[in-house]
T-cell receptor
Framework: GESVGLHLPTLSVQEGDNSIINCAYS??????FIWYKQESGKGPQFIID?????DKRQGQRVTVLLNKTVKHLSLQIAATQPGDSAVYFC?????????????FGGGTRLMVKP | NAGVMQNPRHLVRRRGQEARLRCSPM?????VYWYRQLPEEGLKFMVY????????ESGMPKERFSAEFPKEGPSILRIQQVVRGDSAAYFC???????????FGPGTRLTVL
């Protein structure tokens, strides 16, 4: 059920350092994973995705790692900048009979200190 | 190429009134998803629609909530007889096909007084 009143876990990093945000997903049948970034007052913004037949994918300054054995996903941000401050959500795509839908994790707030 | 559009961005309703939230998907996208988000929480799936069809409404309350995506025009999420617990941000996303990345709109923030 929904968690009411819980605060998001927060990761605080120094500008220029690397950030690692972790996510445990729930369903071993999930075939596709996405990381989203959500800034205050805005909708989630697509960052990077990965399919279940891969274990690593790199983008510009971001890398996603997938460990299917332990159902773990991570987002690595290199040389973190103040503009990276936001809430980051992982989402897993669970195939089902009705159609595919995304199930979102609870989110991690990244705070970048100048 | 405009992104996903939602309006209004902010909506205030009194208890018992109706709320209508609109979503125009990205050009070329025929799959629309509605999510609800409470402060400091993740997004909860509500409903998945394709043009003129509801594909999956397993996340939507059975009463007072309905959604449509007509052949012409935006997708509409309708909440009848709103209660304070309906106050939340409602996000719409669209994708070009099933199993593809979803692109989100800016959301509608509903406040029920």
């Amino acid at each position: 059920g929904e968690s009411v009143g819980l605060h998001l876990p927060t990761l605080s990093v120094q500008e220029g350092d690397n950030s690692i945000i972790n996510c445990a997903y729930s369903n071993s049948a999930s075939d596709y994973f996405i990381w989203y970034k959500q800034e205050s007052g805005k909708g989630p913004q697509f960052i990077i995705d990965i399919r279940s037949n891969m274990d690593k994918r790199q983008g510009q300054r971001v890398t996603v790692l997938l460990n299917k054995t332990v159902k773990h996903l991570s987002l690595q941000i290199a040389a973190t900048q103040p503009g990276d401050s936001a809430v980051y959500f992982c989402a897993e795509n669970i195939p089902n009979n009705a159609g595919n839908m995304l199930t979102f994790g609870g989110g991690t707030r990244l705070m970048v200190k100048p | 190429n405009a992104g996903v559009m939602q309006n209004p961005r902010h909506l205030v309703r009194r208890r018992g009134q109706e709320a209508r939230l609109r979503c125009s998907p990205m050009k070329g996208h025929s799959h629309v998803y509605w999510y609800r988000q409470l402060p400091e929480e993740g997004l909860k799936f509500m409903v998945y629609l394709q043009k003129e069809n509801i594909i999956d409404e397993s996340g939507m309350p059975k009463e007072r909530f309905s959604a449509e995506f007509p052949k012409e025009g935006p997708s509409i999420l309708r909440i009848q007889q709103v209660v304070r617990g309906d106050s939340a941000a409602y996000f719409c996303a669209s994708s070009p096909a099933r199993g593809r990345e979803q692109f989100f709109g800016p959301g509608t923030r509903l406040t029920v007084l």
